[in-house]
């Protein structure tokens, strides 16, 4: 990736910075105006990588061991790369023949090309959870916010860099929910639920519902917590803003909408604040389990 950005027209050193942030999925660029401050090919380069650091890097075992078609069969990966395409065809079709302004502040037109790049460029960075930006996506409309919104919650693949719930764990809800719909009308009927050719066992089922849930209810808490602390300690906070911020720290995305869309920052929020949203990256990032268990009285003692 240093190389090919280079080539695209990016010095060593920025090459180098936006490789470490593009695979580790963190987003850290050293232009203000983020991935918008290179050309399109940069662009293009960064899509292509990020995409690869969202997958499961177990995946790559198999493509060295030559096994590419348990790469392209894998359902985890099949649905992730789906989930891209259509939030990417959303946005295309939402955001069609309007003027985008880029992180930079220039304004251009929203020809098929332009519109093409930057809406399959947000979908990447937002579900990847890498947080680059190109385009101030907080001048859009509901349906491309709502878009970008869940792809936070869904994420990379498992075993990837990137945060979020988790596409697998996605895939595998998705499963319970049409096999208890199936339940309803057919009560007599004892089907496996399977991903690939693995079947998901009745623990493994609870354990995947308790995730999405405390990952729910944590994002809840969130959002009201930075809406009382703000009120008391801060200077106000809209609803969209301390949503966003909730949802965008928990699941370690970066950029929000409103105060904390993609050309601002969270410097203006109370200490109170911040120390919630620094719990909420911690969370994100240990897969919750491993922090929520400390609050657990009987960890504590002895068995």
């Known amino acids: 990736q ?6 695209t027209g990016m010095n060593l050193f920025d090459a180098i910075c936006h490789t470490f942030a593009t695979l580790a999925t963190g987003g850290f660029s050293t232009k203000n105006a983020s991935a918008g401050a290179y050309t399109p090919a940069s662009q293009i380069v960064i899509i292509v990588f990020m995409i690869m650091a969202g997958a499961n890097f177990g995946l790559y075992y198999h493509i060295l061991q030559g096994h590419f078609k348990r790469f392209w069969r894998d ?45 399959v460029f947000q979908v990447v960075s937002i579900q990847t959870t890498t947080g680059f930006g190109t385009v101030d996506s907080d001048l859009w409309g509901f349906v491309p916010k709502m878009t970008l919104l869940i792809l936070m919650f869904i994420g990379g693949c498992a075993g990837s860099t990137g945060g979020g719930i988790k596409v697998i764990r ?19 009927v004892v089907r496996s639920i399977k991903v690939g050719n693995s079947v998901i066992d009745p623990a493994m089922r609870q354990g995947v519902l308790v995730y999405i849930l405390g990952i729910v209810a944590i994002f809840v808490i969130g959002s009201i917590a930075l809406v009382l602390i703000e009120q008391n300690y801060g200077q106000g906070i809209d609803i969209v803003t301390a949503v966003t911020a909730s949802a965008a720290t928990l699941h370690n995305v970066g950029p929000g909408f409103e105060r904390v869309g993609a050309i601002q920052n969270y410097g203006w929020f109370s200490s109170p604040s911040l120390a919630v949203m620094s719990l909420l990256m911690a969370l994100g990032r240990l897969e919750v389990y491993a922090l929520l268990v400390l609050f657990v009285p009987t960890f504590w003692r002895k068995p």
């Open 170 to 188: 996605i895939l595998v809800g998705f499963k319970i929910i049409v096999a208890e719909i199936e339940r309803v009308f057919r009560p007599n």
């Open 2 to 7: 240093t190389i090919l950005l280079m080539f």
């Open 75 to 119: 359902p985890e990966f099949q649905l992730y790369l789906g989930v891209i395409t259509i939030a990417s065809v959303i946005l295309i079709f939402s955001l069609y023949g309007n003027n985008l302004v880029l992180t930079d502040g220039t304004t251009i037109e929203g020809t098929v090309a332009n519109t093409t790049l930057h809406s």
